[in-house]
């Protein structure tokens, strides 16, 4: 069993759609939860980090966590095809020397079409 | 301030030949670290080193692959070796601390994408 469950999609919307990104994880060891926007043959970007459970807001972007089901979400409002990209969920944290260490999702490929 | 320095961004190498990977971290960052990306895979960690040590391994392949991060210079990925498995984007990351317990944002560079012909 994979650390870390992400869909990888693809996902495709109309543009203005509500999005909805989520990621699954076993290890309850994990501190804190970042979702990172990839585009094509780029380096990923952070969009949004958290450590505790509950809802993180940043402009249309909001960040869930819920660390009692091992759940995690990413929600963008008023999506825009600036937006497709692919988003890929990651923790860190877990302790030990293991603490410098992000484990990433497979990624959702989003497509949002005018 | 320049972001996170990766060369050359696109490497091809010959089974068996030797592949290095340059990796220069944002300025004022002491941590690095390297990620594999296979095709449609998401990253996996491969190593976290600070300046002259290695910290956290547990991602390298046993053989063939070695990292580094001297005292002056940037940060190098060797492979030896390669064999068309290797085929990957390589991405370096850099903080400017790491400690335990608390979140420090890893910046990404724009990857080295080797093919191994």
């Known amino acids: ?114 | 301030n320049a972001g996170v320095m990766q060369n050359p961004r696109h490497l091809v190498r010959r089974r068996g030949q030797e592949a290095r990977l340059r990796c220069s971290p944002m300025k004022g960052h002491s941590h690095v670290y390297w990620y594999r990306q296979l095709p449609e895979e998401g990253l996996k960690f491969m190593v976290y080193l600070q300046k002259e040590n290695i910290i956290d391994e547990s991602g390298m392949p046993k053989e063939r692959f070695s990292a580094e991060f001297p005292k002056e210079g940037p940060s190098i990925l060797r492979i030896q070796q390669v064999v068309r498995g290797d085929s990957a984007a390589y991405f370096c990351a850099s903080s400017p601390y790491s400690r335990a317990g608390l979140y420090n944002e890893q910046f990404f560079g724009p990857g080295t994408r080797l093919t191994v012909l």
């Open chain 1, 1 to 114: 069993q994979k650390e870390v469950e992400q869909d990888p999609g693809p996902l495709s919307v109309p543009e203005g759609a509500i999005v909805s990104l989520n990621c699954t994880y076993s290890n309850s060891a994990f501190q804190y939860f970042m979702w990172y926007r990839q585009y094509s043959r780029k380096g990923p970007e952070l969009l949004m980090y958290t450590y505790s459970s509950g809802n993180k807001e940043d402009g249309r972007f909001t960040a869930q966590v819920d660390k009692s089901s091992k759940y995690i979400s990413l929600f963008i409002r008023d999506s825009q095809p600036s937006d497709s990209a692919t988003y890929l969920c990651a923790m860190g944290g877990a302790g030990g020397t293991s603490y410098g260490k992000l484990t990433f999702g497979q990624g959702t490929i989003l497509t949002v079409h005018p």
